[in-house]
């Protein structure tokens, strides 16, 4: 080797070393995001197994359900009866979309036998359909009961990236309880039951709303991200490898 050549893998050498540090490190991340993701599918097959258990389930009554609650903070997908009047003038509106439609999932608050209250959410109206007085059929009116599966409360907003709830238009982009209830106008010192119920399908006078709208098939793409941040990873390794192998050969 002369003394040019040797100059010229002098001064690659630095460049080779920084190269092969740095694709180290992306390899060892796109591992990681690889594993973290197989973590998350055997979560969601957890998860989508204690649904199917849950909602094949015949239904409890609802101081199985509290006790439940008060026990693990998880009744979620759980089905649940139970028995009250709806305050209709106390009705919260949360967004959604149905079947490619977009409006509303009607929250009313019912009040139980006992005096407390617990929210339903007995299911959804198209957007033009919001103001209760074009469903009047669907305002139930009496003592029923209803049937449907509990969820539990969400601590805080899911997401920096839904809007803020516009209480003053009644319309919620996410489930906010405690703030649902406060506005519902209902009487002083009420107390609530800790979870919501979504209704079941059973069919409302008029149509509305549309019961049985709990989306229970949730999505498990897990298996296919794992695949694909590892897939990057092996296919780094063989860059990686080829290119020490030239490195060497150069030499």
């Given at each position: 080797?002369?003394?040019?050549?040797?100059?010229?893998?002098?001064?690659?050498?630095?460049?080779?070393?920084?190269?092969?540090?740095?694709?180290?490190?992306?390899?060892?991340?796109?591992?990681?995001?690889?594993?973290?993701?197989?973590?998350?599918?055997?979560?969601?097959?957890?998860?989508?197994?204690?649904?199917?258990?849950?909602?094949?389930?015949?239904?409890?009554?609802?101081?199985?359900?509290?006790?439940?609650?008060?026990?693990?903070?998880?009744?979620?997908?759980?089905?649940?009866?139970?028995?009250?009047?709806?305050?209709?003038?106390?009705?919260?509106?949360?967004?959604?979309?149905?079947?490619?439609?977009?409006?509303?999932?009607?929250?009313?608050?019912?009040?139980?036998?006992?005096?407390?209250?617990?929210?339903?959410?007995?299911g959804f109206v198209p957007y033009d359909l919001k103001d209760p007085a074009k469903r009047?059929?669907?305002?139930?009116?009496?003592?029923?009961?209803?049937?449907?599966?509990?969820?539990?409360?969400?601590?805080?907003?899911?997401?920096?990236?839904?809007?803020?709830?516009?209480?003053?238009?009644?319309?919620?982009?996410?489930?906010?309880?405690?703030?649902?209830?406060?506005?519902?106008?209902?009487?002083?010192?009420?107390?609530?039951?800790?979870?919501?119920?979504?209704?079941?399908?059973?069919?409302?006078?008029?149509?509305?709303?549309?019961?049985?709208?709990?989306?229970?098939?949730?999505?498990?793409?897990?298996?296919?991200?794992?695949?694909?941040?590892?897939?990057?990873?092996?296919?780094?390794?063989?860059?990686?490898?080829?290119?020490?192998?030239?490195?060497?050969?150069?030499q």
């Amino acid at each position: 080797m002369n003394e040019t050549t040797g100059s010229v893998a002098d001064r690659s050498r630095p460049r080779l070393a920084l190269l092969i540090g740095l694709g180290l490190i992306l390899f060892a991340v796109l591992i990681g995001l690889g594993t973290w993701q197989v973590q998350r599918l055997h979560w969601k097959e957890d998860l989508l197994a204690t649904i199917d258990e849950r909602t094949h389930s015949a239904p409890l009554p609802l101081t199985d359900v509290e006790k439940q609650f008060a026990a693990s903070h998880d009744v979620d997908y759980t089905p649940v009866t139970v028995t009250g009047t709806f305050l209709h003038q106390g009705e919260r509106h949360f967004f959604s979309t149905w079947q490619g439609d977009s409006g509303f999932n009607v929250y009313t608050p019912l009040q139980l036998e006992d005096g407390r209250f617990v929210l339903v959410n007995r299911g959804f109206v198209p957007y033009d359909l919001k103001d209760p007085a074009k469903r009047q059929q669907g305002e139930i009116a009496g003592k029923v009961t209803v049937t449907g599966l509990a969820r539990n409360p969400l601590p805080a907003k899911p997401s920096m990236m839904l809007p803020d709830n516009d209480v003053a238009k009644n319309i919620f982009y996410w489930k906010d309880r405690d703030v649902m209830a406060a506005t519902a106008g209902l009487p002083a010192g009420f107390v609530l039951v800790p979870f919501f119920i979504d209704a079941d399908k059973t069919p409302n006078p008029g149509g509305l709303p549309v019961g049985g709208v709990t989306i229970i098939d949730l999505p498990n793409n897990h298996l296919q991200y794992a695949v694909t941040w590892y897939g990057l990873a092996a296919a780094l390794a063989a860059v990686l490898i080829l290119r020490l192998r030239r490195s060497a050969k150069e030499q």
